[in-house]
C-alpha cells in the first residue's frame, strides 16, 4: 500500500497539477488568440461583414496551414522557435507555446463556423437600425454564438487533454510523459493504468461542465 501511495505523491499528482496548467493555459491562450482571428475571419470573410478577398485568403492560409501538422510534428518543427522564445524545447513552458498555437488556429475555425452560422435575418435587422459593423459582430453575431462559444471551448479543453500525452512523449511533462516513461517503458502498469484513469476522468469532467454550461445557455 506505501508503494502506490509513493506512486500517487511523487509521481502521479505533480503531474496531474502540471497536466492542469498547461491545459488551462492553452485554451486561455489558445481562445483569445483564436477568437480575434475568428473574428477578422468573419468580417472580412466572403459571408462577412466586409469582404477583403486578400486579407482573408492570407489570413485563411495561415489557420490551415497550422491546422495541417500534426501536434507533434509542429512541436519538432517549431523547436528553435519555441527554444528562442522561452528558452529550452523541454518543460512545462516549452509545450504550452506549440500548444497554444495548434489551439488558436483549431478554435479560430470553430468560432468562425459558428460566427457565420448565425441567423442572416438578425444581422440584415441590425444593419436596418444603423449598426456598424463592430456593433453587428459583438452585439448580435458573438451574442448570438455564446452557447456554439461555450461548446467550442469543451471541444477544444478535450482535444487538448489528450494533446499533452503527445508533448509528453518529447519532453513536455504532465500524465502522458509519467504514464510513457515510468509506466508503459517500465512495465510498471499500475502507474500507467492510474494515469489513463485519470487523463479519462479529466475529458470527462471537462465533457460535463461544458455540457451543463451550454444546456443553461440555450
Not at 85 to 93: N, R, V
Not at 155 to 170: E, F, S
Amino acid at each position: 500500500m506505501d508503494k502506490y501511495i509513493n506512486y500517487f505523491v511523487k509521481l502521479i499528482l505533480p503531474s496531474t497539477i502540471v497536466t492542469i496548467r498547461i491545459v488551462f493555459f492553452t485554451i486561455l491562450i489558445g481562445f483569445v488568440l483564436g477568437f480575434i482571428i475568428a473574428v477578422l475571419l468573419t468580417m472580412y470573410g466572403p459571408n462577412g461583414l466586409n469582404y477583403k478577398k486578400k486579407f482573408y485568403n492570407v489570413l485563411s492560409f495561415i489557420v490551415n496551414t497550422i491546422r495541417s501538422f500534426p501536434i507533434l510534428i509542429l512541436i519538432v518543427a517549431i523547436s528553435p522557435f519555441t527554444r528562442l522564445i522561452i528558452g529550452t524545447t523541454i518543460g512545462e513552458k516549452a509545450v504550452i507555446l506549440p500548444l497554444s498555437i495548434t489551439a488558436t488556429a483549431f478554435i479560430a475555425r470553430l468560432l468562425e463556423s459558428s460566427f457565420i452560422k448565425v441567423d442572416k435575418q438578425l444581422i440584415e435587422a441590425a444593419k436596418s437600425f444603423g449598426a456598424t459593423n463592430i456593433q453587428i459582430m459583438f452585439g448580435v453575431i458573438i451574442r448570438e454564438s455564446i452557447p456554439s462559444i461555450v461548446s467550442v471551448v469543451t471541444m477544444a479543453a478535450v482535444n487538448y487533454i489528450a494533446a499533452t500525452t503527445i508533448a509528453g512523449a518529447v519532453g513536455g511533462g504532465g500524465l502522458g510523459a509519467v504514464a510513457l516513461t515510468y509506466g508503459y517503458q517500465s512495465f510498471n502498469n499500475t502507474i500507467l493504468y492510474l494515469s489513463v484513469f485519470i487523463m479519462f476522468l479529466f475529458v470527462n469532467i471537462a465533457q460535463y461542465i461544458g455540457d451543463f454550461i451550454y444546456k443553461k445557455l440555450i
